[in-house]
């Protein structure tokens, strides 16, 4: 279980620090970069301050943010999971991206894997249906391995392919893909795991869909989300 967050023996104030962290995660921006921004503000902090940061509290927030959405997607009575994985480059090494969003394109989960077989698809599965439950639909490419997986879990009349079926999952790999070339990948497995579940969760946090939405009701929206991040880690 994810500790409390708690700013306790630190000097910089929780403001800056959640700004610190938003910044680098949720826009394709270096730690120099963030670093700069800082600075324009009249913030004086070093780029490896900013990487301390963000890997001291991005799980955090991270975790804040998740189990307030969960229970939320749960009680979702008609779930649709759109699951797909991208190849990620880990020190010049080939690894996997296995990613989960549902009809709107909230994302779920994000598992790193070595391998692209069955045994990885169950895997990945398993941890979603362990958070979120079960879905009515499963939709996924024609691989052969998410129908191995799913029929080892009981679940293979759930599945749905298709040739522009996939395409919600499809989109939502790019905000982690212009990341991933702003931060020049990644060097190690566990990094790329960690990023991507925090990513994934701020992302979802600030999403608001706004092609989709009234000029007005985005104000609204990016206003409410903003509000709710500055207050993680308050309590």
């Known amino acids: 279980m994810t500790k409390p967050v708690s700013f306790k023996y630190f000097k910089t104030s929780p403001e800056i620090i959640r700004l610190a962290v938003m910044l680098y995660i949720r826009f394709p921006l270096s730690l120099r970069n963030v670093e700069d921004l800082l600075h324009e503000r009249g913030i004086d902090v070093s780029h490896e301050t900013v990487r301390y940061w963000w890997n001291r509290f991005g799980p955090m927030f991270a975790s804040e943010i998740r189990r307030k959405r969960v229970q939320q997607l749960r009680a979702y009575s008609r779930s649709k999971w759109h699951v797909d994985e991208v190849f990620v480059k880990v020190n010049g090494r080939r690894h996997y991206l296995w990613r989960a969003v549902d009809h709107e394109g909230e994302v779920l989960e994000a598992v790193v894997t070595k391998r692209r077989n069955k045994q990885a698809a169950l895997k990945f599965l398993k941890k979603l249906m362990r958070r979120h439950g079960a879905a009515d639909e499963v939709v996924t490419d024609r691989f052969a391995s998410y ?42 497995m566990q990094s790329l795991q960690k990023f991507a579940a925090v990513h994934s969760s701020v992302y979802n946090h600030f999403n608001q869909e706004r092609s989709l939405t009234s000029r007005g009701t985005f104000k609204l929206t990016r206003a409410a989300a903003l509000a709710e991040w500055r207050e993680l880690g308050a309590a």
């Not at 799913?150 to 905000?175: C, M, Y």
């Open 147 to 188: 129908r191995a997986a799913l029929r080892d879990l009981g679940a293979t009349e759930k599945q749905k392919t298709g040739r522009w079926l996939n395409n919600r999952v499809e989109n939502s790999h790019l905000p982690f893909r212009r990341r991933e070339r702003a931060m020049q990948r990644f060097r190690r």
